[in-house]
């Protein structure tokens, strides 16, 4: 049996867990540069406001509901996760961290365990040890366990537990579940189901196997036979390296100067080393891009990019930044008004095996794995960044606009809590 443990409206939460002043009050956490809304409490979706939505466009109604806005804050999301995620790991022989608010647990071997309520002392514990909501759904695979997790956010609120293990159960719920709701189908794929007249999970699952792999590929196949109870999708206690990497940030307020774009695309190709030093690869290709604001009809507009090939494999910082302020140099152009930079590294490779170029220069290597290393140690402790090249400046022309940002409890020494007696 598996079980799916999802955190209730998670920033939301997150934001609530250091002011319980806003428990029952509607919150809502904005994207990058306090844009659109990306994470709402069930108060505030109650009061209609809808995932997505533009934050100018909800002005009145965040004035007229009482409605607490915050910039999102992703340091403490991010801690927050990795200690929900702590105490969750605890309670199963094997997991899966599947994003930042979920985690598959994998009961294997727990079969005299009476898992609802093994799952409502799981619920307790997280509540108490990190003051984060949580429901589970319980279930023989991944997919019905994802499926009893939605259904157990709206229809066991009190519980937050629902368990499918008898073949009753199970239909019931499958006849009762819009297919589009399911775990990898997605837009289209529903739309297509439904002009099918399949638009239950129930429906989906009767459907013949040869039609199945005809019209939703062998990923789908396997779905269905997921619904049908037979485990498809193995657990992934190990994350996979990842086989692209891309940091990109809009600015806070656009701008016109090199220097600025060469600050930006510096801090995102240090950034992107990082990234690679942790999974331990390099890569052997970056592309850079920089565009205009495409919603400021009233400025000209303009967009670029570079591919440019590295001739040995690295994951060095210094090297990463020459080569990405090489490509912002080809394709700059001056009298623009720039909103959005980015970088995005290819052809990533294990960092134990680099294939050398027979002209080109061998890197110092040892100095600057050692280098790289005590600079990523140093930001560990005390903070990203506090360690950098000088190209990537200080970011204060650039940075995100995050007017409603919240202190970082947990990771920033400075807004720790202080108690006095």
Same mark, same amino acid.
């Given at each position: 049996?598996y079980?799916?443990?999802?955190?209730?409206?998670?920033?939301?939460?997150?934001?609530?867990?250091?002011?319980?002043?806003?428990?029952?009050k509607?919150?809502?956490v904005?994207?990058?540069n306090?844009?659109?809304? =990306? !994470?709402?409490?069930?108060e505030?979706?109650?009061?209609?406001?809808a995932?997505?939505a533009?934050?100018?466009?909800?002005?009145?109604?965040?004035?007229q509901?009482g409605?607490h806005?915050?910039?999102?804050?992703?340091?403490?999301?991010? #801690?927050?996760?990795?200690?929900?995620?702590?105490?969750?790991?605890?309670?199963?022989?094997?997991?899966?961290?599947? *994003?930042?608010d979920?985690?598959?647990?994998?009961?294997?071997?727990?079969?005299n365990?009476?898992?609802?309520?093994?799952c409502?002392?799981?619920?307790?514990?997280?509540?108490?040890?990190?003051? %984060?909501?949580?429901?589970?759904? %319980?279930a023989?695979?991944k997919?019905?366990?994802?499926? /009893?997790?939605? =259904? !157990?956010k709206? $229809?066991?609120?009190?519980?937050?537990?629902?368990e499918?293990?008898?073949?009753?159960?199970i239909?019931k719920?499958?006849?009762?579940?819009?297919?589009? #709701?399911?775990?990898?189908?997605g837009?289209?794929?529903? $739309?297509f189901?439904? $002009?099918?007249n399949?638009r239950?999970a129930f429906?989906?699952?009767?459907?013949?196997?040869?039609?199945?792999?005809?019209? @939703?590929?062998?990923?789908g196949?396997?779905?269905v036979?997921?619904?049908r109870g037979?485990?498809?999708?193995?657990?992934?206690?190990?994350?996979? #390296?990842?086989?692209?990497?891309?940091?990109?940030? *809009?600015f806070g307020?656009?701008?016109?100067?090199?220097?600025?774009?060469?600050? *930006?695309? !510096?801090?995102? /190709?240090?950034?992107?080393?990082?990234?690679l030093?942790k999974?331990n690869?390099?890569? !052997?290709?970056?592309?850079?891009?920089?565009?205009t604001?495409?919603?400021?009809?009233d400025l000209k507009?303009?967009y670029?990019?570079?591919?440019?090939?590295?001739?040995i494999? +690295?994951?060095?910082?210094?090297?990463?930044i020459?080569? /990405?302020? +090489?490509?912002?140099k080809? %394709?700059?152009?001056?009298?623009?008004m720039?909103k959005?930079?980015?970088?995005?590294?290819?052809?990533?490779?294990?960092e134990?095996?680099?294939q +050398?170029?027979l002209?080109a220069?061998l890197?110092e290597d040892?100095r600057?794995k050692?280098?790289?290393?005590t600079?990523d140690?140093?930001?560990k402790?005390?903070?990203?960044?506090?360690?950098?090249?000088?190209?990537?400046?200080?970011?204060?022309k650039?940075?995100l606009?995050?007017?409603?940002?919240?202190?970082?409890?947990?990771?920033? @020494?400075?807004?720790?809590f202080?108690?006095?007696?």
């Amino acid at each position: 049996m598996y079980a799916l443990c999802d955190c209730n409206n998670f920033y939301a939460s997150c934001e609530r867990v250091f002011k319980p002043s806003l428990n029952g009050k509607p919150v809502v956490v904005l994207s990058n540069n306090d844009g659109c809304v =990306i !994470a709402r409490s069930q108060e505030a979706k109650d009061a209609g406001v809808a995932m997505g939505a533009p934050a100018f466009e909800i002005k009145e109604l965040i004035k007229q509901k009482g409605i607490h806005v915050f910039s999102s804050n992703y340091a403490l999301y991010g #801690d927050m996760s990795n200690r929900v995620m702590s105490v969750l790991g605890s309670f199963a022989p094997s997991f899966e961290v599947y *994003s930042v608010d979920e985690i598959f647990l994998d009961f294997k071997g727990m079969h005299n365990t009476n898992l609802t309520e093994y799952c409502k002392k799981i619920r307790k514990s997280v509540r108490q040890n990190t003051k %984060i909501p949580i429901s589970i759904g %319980i279930a023989p695979t991944k997919t019905l366990a994802k499926m /009893a997790n939605k =259904i !157990a956010k709206k $229809k066991y609120k009190e519980i937050g537990v629902l368990e499918l293990s008898d073949t009753a159960t199970i239909e019931k719920h499958l006849n009762e579940f819009p297919v589009g #709701d399911l775990w990898g189908i997605g837009y289209r794929y529903a $739309k297509f189901l439904e $002009k099918n007249n399949i638009r239950t999970a129930f429906e989906l699952m009767q459907m013949n196997d040869a039609w199945i792999r005809k019209n @939703l590929s062998v990923q789908g196949l396997k779905l269905v036979y997921e619904l049908r109870g037979i485990p498809c999708i193995p657990m992934e206690e190990t994350a996979p #390296d990842k086989k692209g990497i891309c940091v990109s940030r *809009s600015f806070g307020q656009m701008t016109n100067e090199l220097q600025v774009l060469e600050e *930006s695309v !510096a801090t995102f /190709a240090n950034r992107a080393a990082q990234k690679l030093r942790k999974q331990n690869s390099n890569c !052997a290709a970056i592309s850079v891009f920089i565009h205009t604001n495409q919603f400021r009809a009233d400025l000209k507009q303009y967009y670029n990019s570079r591919y440019i090939q590295i001739p040995i494999p +690295t994951n060095d910082s210094g090297e990463l930044i020459k080569w /990405a302020l +090489t490509g912002l140099k080809q %394709i700059y152009k001056p009298g623009y008004m720039y909103k959005k930079a980015g970088v995005f590294i290819f052809e990533i490779s294990p960092e134990d095996a680099v294939q +050398t170029n027979l002209f080109a220069a061998l890197p110092e290597d040892d100095r600057k794995k050692k280098l790289n290393s005590t600079v990523d140690k140093l930001n560990k402790i005390m903070g990203r960044n506090v360690v950098k090249y000088a190209a990537m400046g200080d970011g204060k022309k650039w940075k995100l606009r995050q007017e409603m940002l919240s202190p970082c409890y947990t990771t920033r @020494l400075d807004d720790v809590f202080i108690i006095t007696i």
